[in-house]
């Protein structure tokens, strides 16, 4: 019997990490808790609810001495995880079945990876596919996912956002990274905890996302959202002024929305591995002293812009990793306004529109110059630049 390749045994270990578990903070976010000053877990969540800036008395220190004490090991043993976790899992598997392999740690600033030295196999959970890296500088990362199977996957650009992106590391000091990442958003009124769901769709076999918690400490409030065809439907629960009947209705709408998944994978299978430190984290926010009782939920629908068609997606695209939806959304409004001011070229030059120029055009102050402060690429910006100018000199 023939053994699997080296490749399928990466695609599988991958997959398997993918599949096994959601994308989240919590448990790095646990950890963290269970470092304030405290006599007891309820009282440290207590800390951290009211302030969640008090993370930051956490050390850099403290962070070292538990990695090397194996401390920090749950934190990517476990089916959970965020980026770091996600690679440090993968790599152990891989690692446990060949020994020839030689994987070093790098920080992009918002997002770790993997590399293999020996054969430039990337483990990053962006790619979602064991990916190939094509080509890096200090502060540009471009990977191709190798395999295709389950529909065309776009080649990944990142953008690292600190100045040692290229220095290779340990799993120990990628992790802390991510630690020490956590602890610094932690102050931003913005920030967000989360845990978002992940599979591969059935019958199209395509890794995905589906459904998102997020937690606002500084807002005191959770989100619950998750996509349809053509729109972002959310959940906002709002702590505080509620009875003990809306908190039960928020807990009933939580409840179905794990039961809800859409894309052919079990939301409420991969919340169990963090569902008691959920629900632990939930009675204490609803004691009066912290945040009080949740009101009625709210219920609000985005529509949003369909992903561009796969033949566009399988160029090379300048993401940061950061905000990739805002990406994406930024891509497909440019690839719409060029193809209206192709159109509009093309049918006045064949005459269908009487030219008339005493009549505004469709696209005078519009923004569409506005989308070349997000192109970083200077022949991109160029063809912009020229085709806006050549709708300029058609009217």
């Known amino acids: ?9 990466e695609e599988k270990a991958y997959r ?26 309820e009282e ?31 934190l990517f043993a476990g089916r959970t995880g965020l980026c ?37 196999t990337v483990i990053d959970s962006s790619v979602r596919s064991p990916g190939i890296l094509l080509s890096v500088t200090r502060n540009k ?19 690292a956002e600190n100045q040692d992106a290229i220095n290779p ?47 606002l400490p500084w807002k005191k409030a959770i989100v619950l959202s998750w996509r349809t065809p053509g729109e972002t439907r959310e959940t906002l629960i709002r702590f505080g002024g509620g009875t003990e009947e809306t908190n039960q209705t928020c807990l009933n709408e939580f409840e179905t929305f794990l039961r809800q998944g859409r894309r052919g994978f079990d939301r409420s299978d991969q919340f169990e591995c963090v569902a008691e430190w959920h629900y632990k984290l939930w009675e ?6 912290v945040w009080g009782l949740p009101v009625k939920p709210e219920k609000v629908r985005r529509s949003r812009p369909r992903l561009p068609p796969s033949r566009t997606t399988t160029g090379l695209a300048t993401i940061h990793v950061s905000n990739i939806r805002d990406a994406r959304t930024m891509h497909q409004n440019m690839q719409s306004a060029l193809i209206t001011l192709k159109r ?32 970083n690429n200077p022949g991109s910006r160029a063809r912009v630049l020229q085709s806006f100018s050549e709708h300029v000199k058609c009217k």
């Not at 019997?1 to 045994?9: C, E, F, K, L, Q």
């Open 344 to 375: 509009q070229q093309q049918t006045r030059l064949l005459g269908k529109i009487p030219h008339n120029l005493s009549r505004p055009s469709p696209m005078k102050n519009r923004a569409v110059p506005n989308y070349l402060s997000t192109i």
């Open 44 to 74: 440290k969540m207590q800390k951290f609810l009211l302030n969640p800036g008090i993370l930051q008395t956490i050390s850099e220190k403290e962070l070292n001495r538990d990695w090397k004490e194996g401390v920090l090991d749950p």
């Open 1 to 9: 019997m023939n053994r699997p390749s080296r490749a399928a045994y």
């Open 84 to 120: 770091t976790s996600f690679a440090i899992k993968v790599v152990n598997v891989l690692m446990k079945q060949a020994s020839n392999y030689d994987f070093v740690f790098f920080d992009l600033g918002t997002h770790r990876l993997a590399e293999c030295q020996n054969s430039k």
């Open 284 to 289: 204490v926010a609803i004691n009066e002293g």
């Open 169 to 215: 590391m340990q799993a120990g000091d990628a992790l802390i990274r991510c630690l020490k990442e956590l602890i610094r958003l932690s102050q931003t009124p913005d920030w967000s905890f989360l845990c978002f769901f992940r599979g591969h769709t059935i019958p199209d076999d395509i890794p995905t996302f589906d459904g998102m918690i997020r937690w």
């Open 16 to 41: 398997d990490v993918w599949d096994g578990g959601p994308y989240t903070s919590f448990d790095m976010l646990s950890y963290l808790i269970g470092k304030i000053q405290g006599p007891s877990e």
């Open 141 to 159: 990362w471009e990977i191709r996912p190798r395999s295709q199977r389950g529909g065309k996957l776009p080649v990944r650009s990142h953008i």
